[in-house]
């Protein structure tokens, strides 16, 4: 019997099956950096006190453990928080005085809520330079994490707006510089924007980039 023929795979099948190789890819980046952290925490559990301690998986568990709720909490405070922004700008546009108006008291008291902790740990870290000492391979690994998975995530939505535009039924000529100027205002990090300036769009990066306040920070 001869071998069965190859099946010939679409544009559009093989770009799906790219993206899902990289999706896979992606997340095990993610978890092997998530774990790398674990296991730095376990390490750490053993030099601080239960106490300081939990406020350092407080910490962790703010930026990086995923639920409904948080993300809800997070999502309508960075909503506002733009929406504020926008609001300025415009008054300032037309000239005229800036003012911030009242901020609703049930969304502030979850935005206060969420950087208690932050300044917490803050504290905690400022007022015991032996403590800092002792979290520090913790909070390096967190920055880490906080690399990978801002790097991968952008590396996959960006592929992933690519695949979308040209398999859109809708444009049959996409727009590539809008759509690539779409993705560069999603990069966060320094180096990775301004290479994609450079490298993608053929331009230099928007100045005052590198003010940005990109990772974690302690």
């Given at each position: 019997?001869g071998?069965?023929?190859?099946?010939?795979?679409?544009?559009?099948?093989?770009?799906?099956?790219?993206?899902?190789?990289?999706?896979d890819?992606?997340?095990?980046?993610t978890?092997?950096?998530?774990?790398?952290?674990?296991?730095?925490?376990t390490?750490?559990?053993?030099?601080?006190?239960?106490?300081?301690?939990?406020?350092?998986?407080?910490?962790?568990?703010?930026?990086?453990?995923?639920?409904?709720d948080?993300?809800?909490?997070?999502?309508?405070?960075?909503?506002e928080?733009?929406?504020?922004?926008?609001?300025?700008?415009?008054a300032?546009?037309?000239?005229?005085?800036?003012?911030?108006?009242?901020?609703?008291?049930?969304?502030?008291?979850?935005?206060?809520?969420?950087?208690?902790?932050?300044?917490?740990?803050?504290t905690?870290?400022?007022?015991?330079?032996?403590?800092?000492?002792?979290?520090?391979?913790?909070?390096?690994?967190?920055?880490?994490?906080?690399?990978?998975?801002?790097?991968?995530?952008?590396?996959?939505?960006?592929?992933?707006?690519?695949?979308d535009?040209?398999?859109?039924?809708?444009?049959s000529?996409p727009?590539?510089?809008?759509?690539?100027?779409?993705?560069?205002?999603?990069?966060?990090?320094?180096?990775?924007?301004?290479?994609?300036?450079?490298?993608?769009?053929?331009?230099?990066?928007?100045?005052?980039?590198?003010?940005?306040?990109?990772?974690?920070e302690?």
């Amino acid at each position: 019997m001869g071998a069965k023929a190859l099946k010939v795979l679409t544009i559009e099948e093989l770009d799906q099956t790219f993206l899902s190789i990289l999706t896979d890819q992606c997340e095990w980046a993610t978890e092997e950096a998530r774990q790398c952290t674990a296991s730095i925490f376990t390490l750490t559990s053993h030099y601080i006190s239960q106490p300081e301690f939990d406020t350092l998986q407080q910490f962790y568990d703010l930026y990086f453990v995923s639920s409904a709720d948080m993300d809800q909490k997070k999502n309508a405070i960075n909503e506002e928080v733009d929406s504020l922004v926008d609001s300025l700008q415009a008054a300032q546009e037309r000239g005229e005085d800036l003012t911030v108006g009242t901020e609703d008291e049930a969304k502030k008291k979850e935005r206060l809520s969420l950087s208690a902790v932050q300044k917490k740990l803050e504290t905690l870290i400022k007022f015991d330079g032996g403590i800092r000492d002792q979290i520090l391979p913790a909070l390096a690994s967190m920055q880490c994490e906080d690399a990978v998975r801002q790097r991968v995530d952008h590396l996959r939505n960006g592929w992933r707006v690519l695949v979308d535009a040209d398999h859109s039924a809708m444009a049959s000529t996409p727009d590539w510089d809008a759509i690539a100027h779409g993705i560069a205002k999603t990069l966060t990090s320094v180096a990775e924007t301004k290479a994609f300036y450079e490298k993608v769009l053929g331009e230099p990066a928007p100045e005052g980039i590198a003010d940005q306040s990109v990772f974690i920070e302690f």
